[in-house]
């Protein structure tokens, strides 16, 4: 039992993780429409500049995720203005192969910047487990993301909700030409889309690395990959969603592992993907519009 | 020269032409010893490439639904051709003769196999086949890194490594076996038995193919449930028996040129084809031109070379190749851009004109 409920817990947190990620995917894909492959990356550069605030410059945990979060989110502004502004009446494919191409970029300047040899990253998280949560092997790290998880869902559902620019996101990802006409900026609103989503993708980046500290170019590709299917597994353009199949997905991958095989784990996360589809073709919580003629 | 006339044709007569005297070109510089080392090692690669890109512009451009997963149809015809390269290797001594088996028998593989992954894939569309393909691609993946294969006098043996704690031992192969593929380090000491001239020839096949099919009858109904499913549907098309056949079609060519590639190494694990392997087939594909196959050619060719040129920056080389790739995008889809472009053209022509005019 104790050891099941480790496992839960381990699936919790990686889950968590997965959520705060799909979360980035989800709320591009819901206003922009685009497959934004980069993000991936952009975890990778959040968690490599919280590296250096705290290996290189000294700084606390604390700022060196604020510093993170503030790099990635001018990162995320810039990727947008520079790549896919200027594709905004293009089709998807060609913003597809564009977001690649960023992708690509991010990981080569990193191996730059950086070099290919993993940085070995110091967990930020440091306080000692209460008494009844050690008994069942829980980290610290854990508690931290299910935490911080829960924190943005709950933020960004306030946001997207009650706030003024939160409803013009909503807005825009009904009808752009529409949310236009009420007087709504879009390209301003697409922008603060990654800002948010860039900034999300920072934290995600520093917990997944306190939770596996390897750090590494190409760190952020397989977790991206897999909240990109969270984001699809729980209605890709959901908030909820997105934090319903980053759980789900974390909490599967760390069964399939404990339990079936630890090297077709992946596979048991990519097998269910695609039964969920079948039968709910449209995700979780996701919207089915049937096509019209 | 009465078929010509139809511009179609031509157009794809101009594209063998083209391939013909390109690969007629590499012939003589490689019987001259005219081509640079680095590049003289990415022949074989850059066919199988081009058979990748033609097989994927088939699905993607004429079909029209978005495939992220193609490398793994690639790694089936691979291991699979691998696989039967080496068990015949007593019963045929020859090596062209084994290679257009184990071609064949990639290509058929693959087959079934989209045939099996395009029951469930075609029932969806859109980014949520191209999400699921990509699933597919690394089910894929993961499932060769777990085989174990080994042949001796007693036929073949294959142990599927759950666990992860099976090793080559546990087939217990007679004195005269040979281990084939070792699970995650995959195929190695195999004989390479690839040459370009097969590339070549491969290549070829894979372009009659897809340029017959897409201006057969079967090819126009593909198209027409490309462009829009319902209208297709309305006038009889089955719009899944269509997608199917693009689907597992381009799967044929895919095992074919994994069998190629697989042929070309002595040492080839299975992460050779991953999610970049099918991004990047999916980059030649957009680069060349959604449904143009003559551009798939080009662009496979080109942006296979590309890196290698690009050696003598050497740390900053697949920078630059990014930089190339998200500007290209940028240029040729931005609508602004577009008509700064046709601006520039037309004051040439009109220039020329005067010109002409003037004289």
Same mark, same amino acid.
């Given at each position: 039992m104790t050891v099941f409920i480790q496992y839960l817990v381990n699936g919790l947190s990686m889950g968590s993780v997965y959520a705060i990620i799909a979360l980035g995917y989800t709320m591009v894909y819901g206003i922009a $429409?685009? !497959?934004?492959? =980069?993000h991936g990356d952009v975890i990778m550069v959040g968690a490599y500049v919280s590296f250096c605030a705290t /290996?290189?410059? #000294? !700084?606390p945990g604390w700022a060196s995720v604020v510093l993170s979060c503030v790099a990635c989110t001018v990162l995320g502004v810039l990727i947008e203005g520079l790549a896919y502004k200027p594709l905004r009446q293009a089709g998807p494919l060609a913003v597809l192969i564009t977001a690649i191409g960023v992708s690509y970029f991010l990981q080569n300047a990193a191996q730059l910047l950086w070099g290919a040899t993993p940085k070995n990253f110091t967990s930020l998280v440091t306080f000692q487990v209460p008494e009844f949560l050690a008994k069942f092997n829980v980290s610290a790290v854990s508690l931290v993301t299910i935490v911080a998880c829960l924190v943005i869902m709950a933020g960004l559902m306030f946001f997207t909700g009650k706030t003024k620019m939160g409803k013009a996101m909503r807005a825009v990802s009904e009808d752009k030409a529409a949310a236009q006409l009420m007087g709504i900026n879009v390209n301003r609103t697409i922008s603060m889309t990654f800002a948010i989503g860039s900034a999300l993708a920072a934290i995600a980046g520093v917990l997944l690395c306190s939770y596996s500290p390897v750090l590494q170019p190409t760190t952020g590709a397989m977790p991206g990959i897999k909240a990109f299917d969270a984001a699809v597994f729980g209605g890709i353009g959901s908030i909820p969603g997105a934090f319903v199949g980053g759980i789900l997905i974390g909490i599967i991958e760390a069964m399939a592992q404990a339990y079936i095989s630890t090297s077709l784990a992946n596979s048991i996360v990519f097998g269910v993907l695609i039964i969920v589809l079948l039968v709910k073709p449209a995700g979780l919580l996701g919207k089915y519009v049937p096509e019209k003629v | 020269m009465k078929f010509l006339k139809d511009k179609q044709t031509r157009h794809d007569f101009v594209t063998y032409a083209m391939c013909l005297v390109a690969f007629a070109i590499v012939f003589f510089m490689q019987s001259n010893h005219m081509i640079p080392r680095m590049i003289a090692g990415q022949l074989v690669p850059i066919t199988a490439y081009i058979v990748m890109a033609i097989s994927l512009n088939l699905v993607?451009?004429? =079909?029209?639904d978005l495939s992220l997963g193609h490398a793994g149809f690639m790694s089936v015809g691979a291991y699979t051709g691998i696989v039967t390269a080496v068990a015949l290797e007593s019963a045929v001594p020859s090596d062209p003769m084994r290679l257009i088996i184990s071609i064949v028998v990639g290509a058929i593989a693959a087959a079934i196999l989209g045939f099996l992954i395009g029951i469930p894939v075609l029932r969806l569309s859109g980014d949520y086949l191209a999400i699921v393909t990509l699933a597919f691609g690394e089910i894929i993946k993961e499932i060769v890194t777990c085989l174990i294969v080994g042949v001796d006098s007693r036929g073949l043996h294959v142990i599927?490594? @759950? %666990? #992860?704690? /099976? %090793? @080559?031992? *546990? !087939?217990? !192969?007679?004195?005269d076996g040979t281990a084939i593929i070792k699970g995650?380090? #995959? =195929?190695?000491?195999v004989s390479t038995y690839s040459t370009f001239l097969a590339g070549a020839i491969l290549v070829m096949v894979a372009l009659v193919i897809v340029l017959n099919l897409v201006r057969s009858r079967t090819g126009r109904a593909i198209i027409a449930v490309r462009d829009n499913k319902i209208a297709a549907e309305s006038v009889g098309i089955s719009v899944t028996q269509y997608r199917m056949i693009a689907f597992v079609v381009s799967a044929a060519l895919a095992g074919a040129a994994g069998a190629l590639f697989g042929g070309n190494f002595s040492q080839l694990s299975a %992460? $050779?084809? *991953?999610f970049n392997t099918s991004i990047l087939i999916l980059v030649f594909v957009v680069l060349g031109g959604l449904g143009n196959m003559r551009g798939s050619v080009i662009a496979a060719a080109l942006l296979t070379v590309l890196p290698e040129l690009l050696r003598q920056f050497s740390d900053y080389r697949m920078l630059i190749y990014a930089i190339v790739l998200i500007l290209v995008m940028v240029f040729t889809n931005n609508p602004q851009l577009k008509a700064f472009f046709a601006r520039i053209k037309d004051r040439f022509a009109s220039k020329k004109e005067v010109a002409a005019d003037a004289q």
């Amino acid at each position: 039992m104790t050891v099941f409920i480790q496992y839960l817990v381990n699936g919790l947190s990686m889950g968590s993780v997965y959520a705060i990620i799909a979360l980035g995917y989800t709320m591009v894909y819901g206003i922009a $429409k685009m !497959l934004n492959f =980069a993000h991936g990356d952009v975890i990778m550069v959040g968690a490599y500049v919280s590296f250096c605030a705290t /290996s290189y410059l #000294g !700084l606390p945990g604390w700022a060196s995720v604020v510093l993170s979060c503030v790099a990635c989110t001018v990162l995320g502004v810039l990727i947008e203005g520079l790549a896919y502004k200027p594709l905004r009446q293009a089709g998807p494919l060609a913003v597809l192969i564009t977001a690649i191409g960023v992708s690509y970029f991010l990981q080569n300047a990193a191996q730059l910047l950086w070099g290919a040899t993993p940085k070995n990253f110091t967990s930020l998280v440091t306080f000692q487990v209460p008494e009844f949560l050690a008994k069942f092997n829980v980290s610290a790290v854990s508690l931290v993301t299910i935490v911080a998880c829960l924190v943005i869902m709950a933020g960004l559902m306030f946001f997207t909700g009650k706030t003024k620019m939160g409803k013009a996101m909503r807005a825009v990802s009904e009808d752009k030409a529409a949310a236009q006409l009420m007087g709504i900026n879009v390209n301003r609103t697409i922008s603060m889309t990654f800002a948010i989503g860039s900034a999300l993708a920072a934290i995600a980046g520093v917990l997944l690395c306190s939770y596996s500290p390897v750090l590494q170019p190409t760190t952020g590709a397989m977790p991206g990959i897999k909240a990109f299917d969270a984001a699809v597994f729980g209605g890709i353009g959901s908030i909820p969603g997105a934090f319903v199949g980053g759980i789900l997905i974390g909490i599967i991958e760390a069964m399939a592992q404990a339990y079936i095989s630890t090297s077709l784990a992946n596979s048991i996360v990519f097998g269910v993907l695609i039964i969920v589809l079948l039968v709910k073709p449209a995700g979780l919580l996701g919207k089915y519009v049937p096509e019209k003629v | 020269m009465k078929f010509l006339k139809d511009k179609q044709t031509r157009h794809d007569f101009v594209t063998y032409a083209m391939c013909l005297v390109a690969f007629a070109i590499v012939f003589f510089m490689q019987s001259n010893h005219m081509i640079p080392r680095m590049i003289a090692g990415q022949l074989v690669p850059i066919t199988a490439y081009i058979v990748m890109a033609i097989s994927l512009n088939l699905v993607v451009g004429i =079909a029209g639904d978005l495939s992220l997963g193609h490398a793994g149809f690639m790694s089936v015809g691979a291991y699979t051709g691998i696989v039967t390269a080496v068990a015949l290797e007593s019963a045929v001594p020859s090596d062209p003769m084994r290679l257009i088996i184990s071609i064949v028998v990639g290509a058929i593989a693959a087959a079934i196999l989209g045939f099996l992954i395009g029951i469930p894939v075609l029932r969806l569309s859109g980014d949520y086949l191209a999400i699921v393909t990509l699933a597919f691609g690394e089910i894929i993946k993961e499932i060769v890194t777990c085989l174990i294969v080994g042949v001796d006098s007693r036929g073949l043996h294959v142990i599927f490594n @759950i %666990t #992860g704690n /099976s %090793t @080559i031992n *546990d !087939l217990h !192969l007679l004195e005269d076996g040979t281990a084939i593929i070792k699970g995650a380090q #995959g =195929a190695s000491g195999v004989s390479t038995y690839s040459t370009f001239l097969a590339g070549a020839i491969l290549v070829m096949v894979a372009l009659v193919i897809v340029l017959n099919l897409v201006r057969s009858r079967t090819g126009r109904a593909i198209i027409a449930v490309r462009d829009n499913k319902i209208a297709a549907e309305s006038v009889g098309i089955s719009v899944t028996q269509y997608r199917m056949i693009a689907f597992v079609v381009s799967a044929a060519l895919a095992g074919a040129a994994g069998a190629l590639f697989g042929g070309n190494f002595s040492q080839l694990s299975a %992460t $050779k084809f *991953d999610f970049n392997t099918s991004i990047l087939i999916l980059v030649f594909v957009v680069l060349g031109g959604l449904g143009n196959m003559r551009g798939s050619v080009i662009a496979a060719a080109l942006l296979t070379v590309l890196p290698e040129l690009l050696r003598q920056f050497s740390d900053y080389r697949m920078l630059i190749y990014a930089i190339v790739l998200i500007l290209v995008m940028v240029f040729t889809n931005n609508p602004q851009l577009k008509a700064f472009f046709a601006r520039i053209k037309d004051r040439f022509a009109s220039k020329k004109e005067v010109a002409a005019d003037a004289q």
